[in-house]
């Protein structure tokens, strides 16, 4: 499914390093969200942007700063982040935020901390 | 709060049966769950979504079951084929606020 981009797909970084990850939806929807995903555990959702504007954040680390420009559009900054923060970064959309609405993902950012 | 119960092991079956995947949650009963499928390397894509006044929800080969006195849901996957090998991952809404949580997943593997 084409539906939900990201970029880039891998990214390694030193724990030093600042550096974003894209994500864009062509499906017209008005929410997105970011999870992250870690070996053999559940997804874990991060934040809920619905119509551009932050509806979750879910006790996040500030290391990690989500921005959301137009509702296409949604980007995670990453900066100084710790090895545990190694994961699979993945990025869904919905029509709109409540609760219900299946979730269109896209196939994520492998993250690699080095 | 919600905790959501999937195999942890992997089920592995012959081509052609039918593979029936478990999804178990501890406290509220939810107003509906949804399944995914997630190949590795790849992103969940939905599935299905069934509601709590609904017994049953079929599609195709797959057919998902949510009994809300047992506090489960099946997941059945009929006539089963090599290219059905995945995880599948159950979600259900938690009791407040908009959120969606999930489940480790199940890893299915499909031999022929």
């Known amino acids: 499914e084409t539906g939900v981009t990201q970029t880039p797909r891998h990214l390694v970084m030193g724990m030093t390093n600042k550096k974003s990850l894209k994500c864009e939806q062509h499906?017209?929807?008005?929410?997105m969200y970011w999870y992250k995903q870690s070996a053999k555990k559940p997804l874990e959702l991060m934040f809920v942007?619905?119509?551009?504007?932050?509806?979750e954040n879910n006790s996040v680390p500030s290391r990690f700063s989500p921005e959301c420009p137009n509702s296409s559009h949604l980007f995670l900054h990453l900066h100084t982040l710790q090895p545990e923060d190694s994961a699979l970064y993945l990025c869904?959309?919905?029509?709109?935020?409540?609760?219900?609405?299946?979730?269109?993902f896209g196939d994520g950012t492998r993250l690699s901390i080095l | 709060s919600q905790k959501i119960e999937q195999n942890s092991e992997a089920l592995n079956i012959q081509e052609g049966k039918t593979a029936t995947l478990t999804c178990n949650y501890t406290?509220?009963?939810?107003?509906?769950l949804q399944w995914y499928r997630q190949d590795p390397g790849r992103g969940p894509v939905f599935l299905l979504l069934?509601?709590?006044?609904?017994k049953e929800k079929r599609k195709e080969r797959l057919k998902v079951t949510f009994d809300t006195t047992l506090k489960q849901s099946l997941f059945h996957i009929t006539a089963s084929q090599p290219a059905d090998s995945a995880t599948y991952l159950c979600?259900?809404?938690?009791?407040?606020?908009?959120?969606?949580?999930f489940g480790a997943g199940t890893i299915l593997r499909v031999k022929s």
């Open positions: 869904a959309s919905s029509q709109d935020h409540r609760v219900g609405q299946p979730q269109h």
């Open positions: 499906l017209g929807h008005n929410a």
């Open positions: 942007y619905s119509l551009e504007e932050r509806v």
């Open positions: 406290n509220y009963s939810p107003a509906y």
């Open positions: 069934i509601r709590e006044n609904e």
């Open positions: 979600a259900l809404p938690m009791e407040y606020g908009n959120k969606l949580v």
